[in-house]
């Protein structure tokens, strides 16, 4: 309980320097979205949160304003047909996930914690029931996602969530963000239009 009152403290901060220090690239992103393709700049989505409540999480918008809606990427019969050409850009280098240290701010999301699944995905949201993965903070970031990311199946990336909650603790987070900086420089599991490609054991990834 006292980490989690320390782990709001410290989003508050951190959140709060990241939305002042990354304004000018939050400006730069703006325009090069707007250049790029009609409709709004940020994409709003239904996702679902601590004790499964509902929030509406913030991306910077990477799609057509015509692609399907509350569909995951891996999902749709051929994604890159929607994506733009700036929001290539910006999946690959994760850069669309940058609204959501508003997210964090307003205390929606913290900054680790198992990613927030889309409302509609129950599979993914009964597997992480098993492991009280879905009674914690959502995050910016977690386990799974230096773990394997979009390649992992839905029961690996739940079991690896339940590890982050078995562990969750000053060590395990700075563990998820340092591991964070290195999948994102190497894009690490970044897999359009498909998942569940990786299936190899747990062992030998802490």
């Given amino acids: 309980m006292l980490y989690r009152i320390v782990k709001r403290i410290v989003d508050i901060v951190l959140s709060a320097v990241g939305l002042i220090v990354l304004s000018p690239i939050y400006l730069l992103l703006v ?23 509902h929030f509406k999480i913030l991306k910077f918008r990477t799609m057509r304003i015509d692609a399907p809606k509350d569909v995951p990427t891996h999902l749709m019969k051929n994604p890159e047909q929607w994506i733009t050409r700036v929001g290539r850009f910006l999946r690959k280098t994760s850069l669309d996930e940058l609204p959501q240290i508003w997210n964090v701010f307003v205390g929606n999301m913290s900054i680790v914690g198992p990613r927030p699944a889309l409302w509609n995905q129950y599979d993914l949201i009964a597997e992480r029931d098993k492991y009280g993965a879905n009674d914690v903070p959502v995050g910016l970031t977690g386990w799974a996602q230096i773990n394997g990311r979009d390649e992992l199946e839905i029961e690996v990336k739940a079991k690896l969530d339940g590890e982050y909650v078995q562990k969750m603790g000053l060590i ?10 290195v999948s994102v420089l190497r894009s690490d599991g970044v897999v359009e239009g498909g998942t569940g490609k990786k299936h190899s054991s747990l062992s030998g990834k802490e």
């Fill in 31 to 53: 325009i090069a979205i707007k250049l790029d393709s009609r409709g709004p700049v940020l994409f709003k989505q239904k996702r679902v949160g601590i004790h499964k409540t």
């Fill in 172 to 181: 395990m987070d700075l563990r998820c963000l340092f591991g964070t900086i």
